[in-house]
Nanobody, 123 residues
Framework: VQLQASGGGLVQAGGSLRLSCATSGRTISNNALGWFRQAPGKEREFVAS????????KFAGSVKGRFTISRDNTKNIGYLQMDSLVPGDSAIYYCAVSLNNFPSSLSDDYDSWGQGTLVTVSS
């Protein structure tokens, strides 16, 4: 499966962005989706994950209450709504498709990754 992440950009602190993850190549039925991010000089970290078909979610503590993850199963697209952004959210955001149907924070559970989209939050 191929993934294309989009929606990144420059936003002021307190602002919002919505990232999209378009998938193609095969259906992602029965696969959870996840978002990870990597800031310069830091390791990649988990952000959020959503189950198939979308009834369960999981968030990193740093984004809980500010970010929302969703999916449109008719279009095979995943979304990450990011509100109340802070400079610490600045990173390249990657979407990924899981081997499983339940949400997971473990990168090893994901076997397909997109190319990433850059999010920059200014103070």
């Amino acid at each position: 499966v191929q993934l294309q992440a989009s929606g990144g950009g420059l936003v002021q602190a307190g602002g919002s962005l919505r990232l999209s993850c378009a998938t193609s190549g095969r259906t992602i039925s029965n696969n959870a989706l996840g978002w990870f991010r990597q800031a310069p000089g830091k390791e990649r970290e988990f952000v959020a994950s959503i189950s198939w078909p979308g009834t369960r979610t999981k968030f990193a503590g740093s984004v809980k209450g500010r970010f929302t993850i969703s999916r449109d199963n008719t279009k095979n697209i995943g979304y990450l709504q990011m509100d109340s952004l802070v400079p610490g959210d600045s990173a390249i955001y990657y979407c990924a498709v899981s081997l499983n149907n339940f949400p997971s924070s473990l990168s090893d559970d994901y076997d397909s990754w997109g190319q990433g989209t850059l999010v920059t939050v200014s103070s």
